[in-house]
């Protein structure tokens, strides 16, 4: 099984301010560290929060709702 290097990324999950920036290899290539990453529909935060979820999810309600409004009319 081969990884794809470029779609491979890191979150460091962890409650304090700031982390130790360490670098991690996969076969020799350095992988991105994020904050935020989404897999299968699930939004992960570095800091193990549900806010940005909760934002996203409160806003997507809204432009749903805008939407089926416009297509009612």
């Known amino acids: ?14 409650k304090k ?3 130790n920036q360490h670098k991690l290899y ?9 904050a935020d990453y989404k897999y299968l529909g ?5 800091n193990l929060s549900w806010n940005g ?3 996203k999810e409160f806003w ?3 432009k749903a709702l805008y939407a089926f409004q416009n297509r009612c009319r």
């Open 17 to 19: 301010r700031k982390h």
């Open 26 to 34: 996969l076969e020799g290539n350095i992988l991105e560290e994020v």
């Open 60 to 62: 997507g309600g809204w």
């Open 1 to 14: 099984m081969q990884v794809n290097i470029n779609k491979t990324k890191v979150v460091v999950f962890s």
């Open 42 to 46: 699930i939004d992960f935060n570095k």
């Open 53 to 55: 979820v909760e934002r």
